[in-house]
C-alpha cells in the first residue's frame, strides 16, 4: 500500500470530484426531522451557501474555494504521508477527523462543532484538547444533542464565523 504522496504545486488539485455525477441515479435528498426531503436553504442557518450546493451539485467537478487553495499552497509540495503503522498499530484506520476538521474550520473562520462516539469522547481527551484549542465544539455521543445509542463515525458541524 502506498504511504508517501509528493505533489509539486502545479500538482495541487484546483477541482474536487464528485462521485455523485457517475452514480447509476440521484442521491436521495437528505430528510428532514419532519419525514419529508429537507431544500437547499434549510441547511443554511448551519452551512455557507456554497457548501450546501457542493452537496446537491451533480456536476462532476467542483471548484475548490480559492481560500482552501490558499491554505493547501502553505503546506505544499511537502509529502503527504498515510499512518499506516499507527493504522496497523489502533488496528484501525486512522481517524482523527474531527482534529484536522477543527484546524481546517479555525484557518477557514468556521465555528465547528464534532460529535465523538462516547467511549472515544471519554478515553481520548487530547483529542478534546487539540479541537478545543482550534475553536471545536465537542458534544458526546449518545447525549442531549445526539440520537440516543448512536455508534457510528462522528458527526460534524460547521458554520461561516462572525
Known amino acids: 500500500m502506498r504511504q508517501k504522496f509528493n505533489f509539486n504545486e502545479e500538482d495541487i488539485p484546483k477541482q474536487w470530484y464528485n462521485i455523485a455525477s457517475d452514480l447509476p441515479r440521484a442521491p436521495q435528498p437528505p430528510i428532514g426531522p419532519d419525514g419529508k426531503p429537507i431544500t437547499p436553504d434549510m441547511p443554511a442557518t448551519v452551512f455557507p451557501m456554497n457548501l450546501i450546493e457542493q452537496e446537491v451539485s451533480l456536476e462532476r467537478w467542483i471548484d475548490i474555494p480559492e481560500e482552501v487553495l490558499e491554505i493547501l499552497y502553505m503546506w505544499r509540495p511537502a509529502p503527504l504521508r498515510r499512518t499506516l503503522f499507527l493504522e496497523k498499530h489502533l488496528k484501525t484506520p486512522a481517524g482523527q477527523r474531527g482534529s484536522a476538521l477543527a484546524f481546517a474550520c479555525n484557518l477557514l473562520g468556521l465555528e465547528c ?50
Do not use: C, H, L
Open 113 to 162: 462543532k464534532v460529535f465523538m462516539v462516547r467511549i472515544s469522547f471519554d478515553q481520548k481527551p487530547f483529542r478534546k484538547t487539540m479541537m478545543q484549542i482550534w475553536g471545536a465544539n465537542r458534544i458526546a455521543s449518545p447525549s442531549k444533542e445526539t440520537n440516543t445509542g448512536y455508534t457510528g463515525k462522528p458527526r460534524y458541524s460547521y458554520k461561516r464565523g462572525n
